[in-house]
């Protein structure tokens, strides 16, 4: 399956050492992961989306993109293929407007048995955009179209809001695409607006991290709060970082349990969602 990784800052960040230079980090996934990499991140509030299906550690373009992205919110994702071809269009992250969306997971038989009918789910203005032909982007159109329903697309979505859209979305892929085997769908996921960003585990593992032992920037950072260095008591964060595997460094890092979602929005406050259903709560 794929590599995900999300991180959502209320300070810009350089993102060289989770996507290149750490033991365990995304581009060194790639090595079992070969099938197409992406990486987006916002400037100005817009999001810049490079993609290429070629092997992202060998890629001299991924390297060039990660050694200069600094932003407050990044999502990057290597691929191994399991629905369509080795193409750029079925590369992650998928783009529409302010969103962008990353998926680790599988819809069995998505391409032969249940593409027309998730297709059918996504508004037919959104429709025509589709352009690849993976499961992923479907369910991304899906989720947007939900998301539209509570209004239009280029405004703010609170962290709570974008939550029930994509749990109801992920309700319909699994009433929709029932496996006969009783095979279950995997739809582990990120997404983002740039400054709303939710996950959900479903299914493939994922990391979360608010906060480090020490900050090696603690001398110099002028937003560096009790939050950034030990567990939210408030449920504010500095920042969150998302990982299908913990990266070795400074971070202290949590798995989210299947079923579960986290995300913050523009306010920074740690919003999770268990399978049982919401809740709001800092991390023990």
Not at 18 to 41: C, F, K, M, T
Not at 188 to 210: N, P, R
């Amino acid at each position: 399956m794929c590599r995900l990784f999300g991180f959502r800052s209320v300070i810009p960040s350089q993102m060289h050492r989770s996507l290149i230079a750490a033991d365990n980090a995304l581009g060194r996934q790639s090595e079992r992961h070969p099938d197409g990499w992406g990486v987006a991140y916002y400037v100005d509030g817009a999001p810049h989306v490079t993609r290429s299906p070629a092997h992202a550690l060998g890629d001299a373009l991924f390297h060039r993109v990660s050694g200069v992205v600094s932003s407050e919110t990044v999502l990057a994702h290597v691929r191994k293929a399991t629905q369509g071809a080795l193409t750029v269009l079925n590369c992650h992250p998928f783009q529409y407007g302010r969103w962008v969306f990353a998926h680790n997971g599988d819809v069995p038989g998505f391409l032969d048995t249940h593409r027309e009918a998730l297709l059918s789910e996504v508004d037919p203005r959104l429709r025509r955009f589709v352009l690849g032909e993976t499961d992923s982007e479907t369910i991304f159109f899906m989720l947007l179209t939900r998301l539209e329903a509570l209004g239009p697309l280029a405004q703010p979505k609170a962290a709570e809001d974008v939550m029930a859209a994509l749990a109801a979305t992920l309700r319909d892929v699994d009433r929709i695409a029932v496996q006969p085997d009783g095979k279950a769908n995997l739809m582990t996921c990120i997404v983002t607006d740039g400054t709303t960003m939710v996950a959900h585990q479903g299914g493939k593992e994922l990391f979360l991290s608010t906060y480090k032992k020490r900050c090696s920037d603690r001398e110099s950072c002028a937003s560096l709060a009790p939050h950034c260095e030990a567990p939210t008591t408030t449920g504010r964060v500095n920042h969150l970082v998302l990982s299908s595997e913990p990266l070795h460094g400074e971070n202290v890092w949590e798995p989210l349990a299947p079923g579960e979602m986290v995300g913050v929005d523009v306010r920074m406050i740690l919003e999770r969602r268990s399978a049982a259903g919401p809740r709001r709560l800092p991390l023990a």
